[in-house]
């Protein structure tokens, strides 16, 4: 049986017009043009999927801000999951312009297995996080369609979860507010040797 995850990044943020880090605090939710990108993408998603098993949400306002109208749409509640955040920023940098944070607090020699910046999260850590997450709900909806909610680093994951993709890729990701990613695979999706899945789209734009 086809096991299906759609990933949706959250609609225009408030944080990300002031240019700010958008942690637990920072985060204010979507701007009016972002919640009009979520109701579409809610739309879009009811006239494409019957058989909607679950919809998860990272815990920040934005995503599941984003997430409420999806769920009503598909007519099942929102589940929300840490393992879907962004970055894990440190308290200090909350709300903080981004541009102060990133060069500011910088730390000489950073990377992926080490921080750019003081107490934030390194990349291999936020993979592992949003991986685990990305394949428990592929495991807990195997031959089931799920829609996962959160941000472009969430999308940026499914690619090393799904497509054993390595850490330090030789390309970038430009993951568009609101757009839909989605992999399917008709193997067991958390088994060994691990699944081969499919991308069939990749930051689609609701119409």
């Avoid at 909607?52 to 306002?61: E, I």
């Avoid at 195997?142 to 959160?150: E, K, S, W």
Wanted: hydrophobic letters at 40%; one cysteine or more; glycine letters at 10%.
């Amino acid at each position: 049986m086809r096991t299906r995850l759609i990933f949706v990044r959250h609609g225009e943020s408030v944080h990300g017009v002031e240019d700010v880090v958008g942690g637990v605090r920072g985060c204010r939710g979507l701007t009016g043009r972002g919640h009009e990108q979520a109701n579409r993408v809610a739309a879009r998603l009811a006239g494409e999927l019957d058989d909607a098993a679950a919809v998860y949400s990272s815990t920040l306002r934005r995503a599941v801000e984003t997430a409420r109208p999806i769920a009503a749409a598909l007519g099942v509640e929102t589940v929300e999951d840490c393992g879907l955040c962004t970055w894990h920023t440190p308290d200090y940098a909350d709300g903080m312009p981004k541009g102060e944070f990133l060069h500011a607090h910088a730390r000489e020699g950073g990377g992926v297995f080490r921080p750019f910046q003081r107490g934030n999260e390194t990349w291999a850590e936020l993979v592992t996080r949003s991986g685990r997450s990305i394949m428990d709900i592929a495991h807990r909806h195997r031959g089931a369609t799920a829609v996962l909610v959160g941000h472009s680093e969430t999308v940026n994951a499914s690619f090393h979860a799904l497509a054993a993709q390595p850490l330090m890729r030789a390309f970038d990701l430009a993951v568009a507010p609101a757009s839909i990613t989605e992999w399917t695979t008709d193997d067991d999706p958390t088994g060994l040797p691990p699944a081969r899945w499919t991308l069939h789209r990749f930051g689609e734009a609701p119409r």
